[in-house]
């Protein structure tokens, strides 16, 4: 079983830049795809990337693309969301999740372990 836990979020001012990431233990981390998520205070949790288990294929939300990189170093065990440009519109608390199925996928429900999350703040 894979355990996820993020890092890198903090307080970064509107056109800047952060970069997560989220290692995992367990020897399977490159049987899943990967993806990361997002909740603002009052919202839905939303889908942000996801990145096959090979890394090949990725898909991002309209919100993001051009924006966000996803990208995953399996001998490291290791999922990052680079993330440029930020805006305030940005700020939430940012998940990541495990899909063992190896494919990308954009539901939440598609997920099968997640982390506890780590918080990004765009100011304004």
């Known amino acids: 079983q894979v355990q996820l836990v993020e890092s890198g979020g903090g307080l970064v001012q509107a056109g800047g830049s952060l970069s997560l990431s989220c290692a995992a233990s367990?020897?399977?981390?490159?049987?899943?795809?990967m993806g990361w998520f997002r909740q603002a205070p009052g919202k839905e949790r939303e889908f942000v990337a996801t990145?096959?288990?090979?890394?090949?294929?990725?898909y991002y939300a309209e919100s993001v693309k051009g924006r966000f990189t996803i990208s995953r170093d399996n001998a490291k065990n290791t999922v990052y969301l680079q993330m440029n440009s930020l805006i305030p519109e940005d700020t939430a608390v940012y998940y990541c999740?495990?899909?063992?199925?190896?494919?990308?996928?954009?539901?939440?429900?598609?997920?099968?372990?997640w982390g506890q999350g780590t918080q990004v703040t765009v100011s304004s």
């Open positions: 990145i096959s288990r090979s890394g090949d294929d990725t």
């Open positions: 999740a495990a899909e063992d199925g190896g494919e990308v996928a954009g539901l939440d429900y598609e997920y099968d372990l």
């Open positions: 367990g020897r399977s981390f490159s049987s899943y795809a």
